[in-house]
């Protein structure tokens, strides 16, 4: 069955420093999204995107994040300078185009910021 | 701001045992999704409830979709060490909009 790969599946990065997690979608998935998960916390959803470019995103996704589709298979989350806060799993999810179908996931990234 | 209250957020029970687990809301969802998560990977699913009264089973898993569709729950009949694991609900919001609002979770464990 297809499935949503992340890669790193850990990734230990400096505070400050520029970090950015890969995820390959299910290949014929058009909806693409990022949720994070801070240890004993819900899942937050941070950013949804289609059709090459961002269609939602939450209070949590600021200036520091950003994503990007850049060769139709990869789907990117960029976060500029990390800080401790941000040291949380990073789920990556696709979806097809039909409404009300399920997102599926990847096993996530989990991220440390030292 | 949309919620999802998931309780309990612990269960310990002996293996034949029942088990209901709950997600409430005062909002509508389009839809709503139980996954479950194994330490160290993503969520899994394991079924959508669209419909109003929905009632879905798997196994010995059933999974209920309020009728105002703002609540769902999910039943597991006699369980069994192998459903040990975290159960987290997720609801689309009734919009234009397809992010998942996510319960907090039920760590469930069942004892041999």
């Known amino acids: 069955e297809p499935e949503v790969t992340q890669t790193p599946s850990h990734q230990v990065t400096q505070m400050g420093q520029e970090v950015i997690l890969r995820c390959v979608p299910i290949?014929?998935?058009?909806?693409f999204y990022w949720y994070r998960q801070i240890l004993g916390q819900k899942v937050e959803f941070l950013v949804s995107f289609y059709n090459n470019e961002i269609s939602e995103k939450s209070e949590i996704f600021d200036d520091q994040f950003s994503v990007e589709r850049p060769d139709g298979s990869n789907f990117t989350l960029k976060i500029r300078s990390t800080k401790l806060e941000d040291s949380a799993m990073y789920f990556c999810?696709?979806?097809?185009?039909?409404?009300?179908?399920?997102?599926?996931f990847g096993d996530g990234t989990r991220l440390s910021i030292l | 701001t949309q919620l999802l209250e998931q309780s309990p957020q612990f269960l310990s029970i002996q293996e034949g045992e029942n088990l209901t687990v709950y997600c409430n809301s005062s909002s509508v969802f389009s839809s709503l999704q139980w996954y479950r998560q194994e330490p160290g990977e993503g969520p899994v699913l394991l079924v959508t409830?669209?419909?109003g009264g929905e009632v879905k089973k798997l196994k010995r898993l059933t999974f209920q979709f309020g009728d105002a569709r703002k609540d769902s729950s999910l039943h597991i009949t006699a369980a069994q060490p192998g459903d040990t694991g975290l159960y987290l609900c997720?609801?689309?919001?009734?919009?234009?909009?397809?992010?998942?609002?996510w319960g907090l979770g039920t760590s469930l464990a069942v004892n041999p």
């Open positions: 290949s014929n998935h058009l909806y």
């Open positions: 997720a609801g689309v919001s009734a919009g234009n909009n397809r992010k998942l609002i």
């Open positions: 999810a696709s979806q097809t185009g039909v409404w009300n179908q399920p997102q599926h």
């Open positions: 409830v669209v419909t």
